[in-house]
């Protein structure tokens, strides 16, 4: 049996681990020993992947040499097969050391696209070419973005393995009644247009352009609504935003939950206009959903989303936004038959086993 560690930050509700959670039984099934190793304090999801059958380890990682001698005593203990890294920080100095420590084989997964300036650009680069051809680390992308990022600005040649969610999950609603009964847990009417977002408030994830194409739109329609489902350091002022606006009764702030999906069927159009993604799960998730989206010409989300196919993709402008938002609200025979376009290209080409099965040739 191989025994096969990963390498993770913080053990939250969120990409990586949520991804290893659901590929827990196809690990089994193909015979791996499979351990993950956290590096930083929170551990909220560590219950879930516990219950899910990995052996969980726990070092807090610092920027110190005692952490890497800490981390080689415990590789030399434990004798892995495969060591996976996913952290970005420090990933280098981790693969040096899984290298001492003698693990047969080193595989990174890049789960963003890292926009590194300057002479820091320049060490990570670096570390990258030293890592592939002298540490013998296999690199792999999530997405097309990031496999483009690396190669063009980093001179990284990665492998894409692409993410993956719980299709079963994330399924479109089964009819109408479905819809309608969870509009109504939110006190919304059923000839509405919902958009919703999901993801934490931040710069990046830009939510400010959603509200201020609402407020637009809602010079035009009074039936509007934007629920946003996360949380995050922006959230007061975006809040507040809302309120000068004066259209705080037609956001919903719902805050963390796990009721995400119950929330996408209830509404029409997702909207996401990051400034830069790996991938985007939560564009994922309510792709597989059959929600229509409208997403900047970013990193991450064109890889998603195929213009006038399964939603729109716009530059980076709120008046764009909000007109490509107003295009779908008009026409929603249009957005069912983009929603259906959506759960295909999901079930197409973001398959669970699909990508565990090319990610353990490289194991």
């Known amino acids: ?28 099934e193909q015979g791996l020993d499979t351990h993950i190793l956290s590096i930083g304090e ?3 999801y560590a219950p879930v992947l516990e219950e899910r059958g990995y052996t969980l380890h726990h070092i807090q990682g610092t920027k110190t040499l005692s952490y890497f001698i800490k981390l080689y005593k415990f590789l030399k203990e434990q004798r892995y097969d495969v060591v996976h890294i996913h952290p970005e920080s420090v990933s280098f100095w981790h693969a040096l050391t899984i290298k001492l420590a003698g693990s047969k084989s080193i595989v990174r997964t890049v ?15 670096f570390q990258r070419i030293v890592a592939r051809k002298f540490l013998s680390v296999k690199f792999f992308s999530i997405g097309p973005s990031v496999e483009e990022f690396e190669r063009k600005h980093l001179f990284n040649e ?7 969610i719980d299709m079963n999950r994330f399924m479109p609603a089964k009819d109408e009644q479905e819809i ?10 059923s000839d509405a247009l919902v958009l919703v977002s999901v993801g934490a408030s931040t710069e990046v994830k830009n939510q400010r352009d959603i509200i201020t194409a609402t407020a637009n739109l809602l010079k035009q329609r009074k039936d509007i609504y934007y629920i946003h489902v996360g949380d995050g350091p922006l959230q007061p002022e975006l809040k507040a935003y809302t309120a000068e606006l004066g259209i705080s009764d037609k956001v919903y702030f719902v805050g963390q939950t796990r009721q995400v999906r119950e929330i996408l069927i209830a509404s029409d159009i997702f909207v996401m206009p990051s400034r830069f993604e790996g991938l985007g799960n939560s564009l994922l998730e309510a792709l597989s959903c059959a929600v229509p989206a409208v997403v900047y010409n970013v990193y991450g989300l064109k890889d998603l989303v195929e213009n006038k196919k399964n939603g729109y993709i716009v530059e ?6 909000e007109n490509a938002i107003a295009k779908l609200a008009d026409d929603k025979q249009m957005r069912k038959k983009m929603g259906k376009e959506a759960r295909q290209k999901v079930l197409r080409d973001y398959d669970m086993k699909k990508s565990i099965d090319k990610m353990l040739v490289y194991y």
Do not use: C
């Open 158 to 164: 990665t492998v894409v393995i692409p993410n993956w």
């Open 111 to 125: 789960h963003n696209v890292f926009q590194y300036q300057g002479f820091l650009r320049f060490v990570r680069a």
């Open 1 to 28: 049996m191989k025994k096969v560690l990963h390498i993770l930050g913080h053990l939250r509700y969120s990409g990586a681990e949520v991804m290893l959670a659901l590929a827990a039984p196809y690990f089994r």
């Open 42 to 44: 929170e551990k909220d």
């Open 180 to 189: 309608l009964v969870n509009r109504q847990k939110l006190g919304i009417g």
């Open 316 to 321: 980076q402008d709120p008046t764009l936004l």
